[in-house]
């Protein structure tokens, strides 16, 4: 069998002239790359609403497993910060606007920001089981969605993902599952 792949240099060397501007994104990027920061920009309001509830019930957070509860709450919070910056980094890499208005996080996010009114630890961590869940189903198709077009944000994706299902597993042995 033949080997078909034939890259004509030739071609990509002029291509890669052209709209130097555009930085690291060529002709060969395969993704709609307006929809990418879009849907990117809807993952950094899901994260930054994450980021916000982990950091609201670690503050919060009462009774005997307090200490233990918060601090894993500290820890989420944490990593959800550092997901929504690496987000708006791509964003920034594609040429897009990475949004942080806060007035326009929650209708973006994936997740809803919840405070449990009577600060019960048992209800905290089903509230942040339910949104890592969410956030976990949503981000495999986004995963799914970019395929083989484009793989630098697949993986940006696969590997925050990979932390949400860490976070999700966290809960559910703090709820004693
Ligand atoms: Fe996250
Ligand atoms: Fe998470």
Redesign the pocket.
């Known amino acids: 069998m033949s080997d078909d792949f034939v890259l004509d240099v030739t071609r990509i060397r002029e291509q890669a002239r052209q709209k130097m501007a555009e930085g690291p994104v060529t002709d060969a990027y395969g993704k709609d790359r307006e929809r990418v920061v879009e849907i990117l920009n809807d993952v950094i309001a899901?994260?930054v609403v994450?980021?916000l509830r982990y950091t609201r019930h670690a503050i919060s957070a009462v009774g005997v497993d307090r200490a233990q509860v918060s601090a894993e709450f500290t820890e989420?919070a944490k990593?959800?910060l550092?997901?929504?910056l690496r987000a708006a980094e791509r964003v920034s890499q594609l040429g897009g606007e990475p949004e942080f208005d806060p007035a326009k996080l929650a209708e973006r996010s994936h997740t809803d920001y919840t405070t449990p009114a009577d600060h019960d630890l048992q209800q905290m961590l089903r509230d942040n089981l339910e949104a890592e869940r969410i956030?976990i189903a949503t981000y495999q198709e986004i995963i799914r969605w970019l395929g083989e077009d484009d793989p630098t944000t697949r993986r940006l994706m696969e590997s925050?993902m990979e932390?949400?299902e860490e976070?999700a597993d966290d809960l559910v042995d703090l709820l004693g599952g």
Do not use: G, S, Y
Request: with cysteine; proline share 0%.
């Open positions: 899901t994260e994450c980021w989420h990593e959800e550092d997901h929504a956030v925050i932390e949400e976070h």
